[in-house]
């Protein structure tokens, strides 16, 4: 059974910074892609990165390009979402996902195991 256990939300202000934690366990994590979503109140749960089981592949939404990076530690079996320059549209709660392939997509559907989420808040 894959477990993910994300931490580290919490509440920032516009242009501050926060780190996501995403801690896994149940498959053997390199061989997996993983990513970050994230769903705001009354809205769809979208993409905000991804991650090659490697890590020498990533993906980035538009709307993070350049403000966050994530990263993975497989020693660690642990991933990451370093978020700088934070804006008030980034409020939402964060998703860590796993998918059963070596790169997943930007679409849900290609993640089978999902965290618990962690709330995100910026305030202007």
């Known amino acids: 059974q894959v477990q993910l256990v994300e931490s580290g939300g919490g509440l920032v202000q516009a242009g501050g910074s926060l780190i996501l934690s995403c801690a896994a366990s149940?498959?053997?994590?390199?061989?997996?892609?993983m990513a970050w979503f994230r769903q705001a109140p009354g809205k769809e749960r979208d993409v905000v990165a991804t991650?090659?089981?490697?890590?020498?592949?990533?993906y980035y939404a538009d709307s993070v390009k350049g403000r966050f990076t994530i990263s993975r530690d497989n020693a660690k079996n642990a991933m990451y979402l370093q978020m700088n320059s934070l804006k008030p549209e980034d409020t939402a709660v964060y998703y860590c996902?796993?998918?059963?392939?070596?790169?997943?997509?930007?679409?849900?559907?290609?993640?089978?195991?999902w965290g618990q989420g962690t709330q995100v808040t910026v305030s202007s």
């Open positions: 149940g498959r053997t994590f390199s061989e997996y892609g």
């Open positions: 991650i090659s089981g490697s890590g020498g592949t990533t």
């Open positions: 996902a796993s998918a059963p392939t070596f790169m997943g997509t930007v679409a849900t559907e290609s993640y089978d195991y």
